[in-house]
């Protein structure tokens, strides 16, 4: 059954947080201002949400807490130093935050303390990603690398050097693929052999991505158009003019039999689609709208526990997370023989013994 009611949230250029809620169970679908939260003295740079808390992050090197559940601010989290890039909850529990200070933090959501802080890129951390199984992350950096983090002891498993300097990566639904955004180009890896099975070229600079299922891909950037590209043909497959300016953020959620994907622009528009995802796509239509009058920057969806839990359950498909971590890391030990030299490149006695003593 679907929600009834869905929030947005959208981050902006003037420091402000905005929390709509939607209902769902009309043809035309209204927004209506849920609250307004102005904890930071920057620009709101990352927003992520889980069933209870929205977090904000900012220039202002602070993570901002909002309970959704009391409808008060909840602190911040000071960690970090320098902007935060991202944010990224995993199940409940569990809150990831990266930064300019190449930092990856993993925070417990019960007493909001850092379980782990870890040096995770020399440059700066701009984008990570959990597994569907939440045993492992992606990052990638400013060191022109992708790492792979097992979140159980807070250690690299592998790391990958991707001679760019990537700005998103994304994890499919599935766990078995993920993409590796650099400028304007979608670079699809398989799990299984870690390389590049396809590269998606937008013709701007890109600014979000968002896997609709395992093999759809939503792809924003710095033109006012969407474009849906299947992953596996790696090429845009349907495309649709979403706004005036430029889209800054892309965030979907699956409702019933259609997807429902969510775009925010910095010409202060944030809009709900309607787009089923059959063999042949055709363009969504769009559900409704709300004029934030703001200059955005990210966005987020918020969804009840009841859709949440469905979401979560169906990830692994059919292996358990152990299964998963287990098959990761079997692909992890063929891959660091074979990418020895980059390795050694990093920290030359700790790697190699490592891959020799498995």
Not at 213 to 227: C, H, P, Y
Not at 273 to 290: A, D, N
Request: aromatic share 6%; glycine share 6%.
């Amino acid at each position: 059954m679907a929600a009834a009611v869905l929030g947005l949230i959208a981050g902006s250029y003037e420091q402000v947080t905005f929390g709509y809620r939607v209902k769902t169970d009309e043809e035309k679908w209204s927004a209506e201002a849920d609250f307004t939260h102005h904890a930071h003295t920057a620009t709101v740079s990352a927003v992520a949400a889980s069933e209870r808390f929205v977090v904000t992050g900012s220039k202002d090197e602070t993570i901002q807490l909002y309970d959704m559940k009391k409808r008060t601010d909840h602190g911040a989290l000071l960690h970090h130093s320098g902007s935060i890039t991202c944010l990224e909850f995993y199940g409940t529990a569990h809150l990831l935050s990266g930064g300019e200070d190449g930092l990856l933090c993993v925070w417990s959501t019960r007493k909001w303390e850092c379980l782990k802080s870890i040096k995770a890129h020399k440059g700066q951390v701009t984008s990570l990603s959990v597994h569907p199984s939440g045993k492992l992350a992606l990052s990638v950096g400013t060191d022109k690398t992708l790492r792979t983090w097992n979140l159980i002891n807070g250690r690299s498993a592998f790391i990958k050097n991707i001679k760019q300097n990537a700005h998103i990566v994304r994890w499919s639904p599935d766990g078995d693929k993920y993409v590796v955004v650099v400028n304007d180009k979608v670079d699809i890896y398989d799990l299984e052999t870690a390389s590049v099975m396809g590269t998606i070229t937008n013709p701007k600079r890109i600014s979000s991505v968002k896997f609709l299922n395992n093999s759809i891909l939503a792809v924003a950037g710095d033109d006012e158009t969407v474009r849906l590209c299947d992953v596996g043909k790696a090429g845009c497959v349907c495309e649709f003019k979403a706004h005036e300016t430029r889209v800054k953020a892309v965030d979907s959620l699956m409702m019933d039999d259609y997807c429902v994907v969510v775009t925010a622009s910095n010409d202060g528009f944030i809009k709900m689609w309607r787009i089923h995802l059959k063999e042949e796509l055709e363009p969504p239509t769009l559900l409704g709208e709300v004029n934030t009058t703001a200059r955005l920057t990210c966005l987020t969806l918020w969804k009840p526990s009841s859709v949440q839990q469905v979401a979560e359950e169906a990830a692994p498909k059919a292996t358990t997370s152990e299964e998963l971590a287990q098959e990761l890391l079997k692909t992890k030990r063929v891959r660091i023989a074979a990418e020895e030299v980059i390795l050694e490149d990093e920290s030359k006695p700790k790697k190699k013994k490592k891959a020799s003593g498995k």
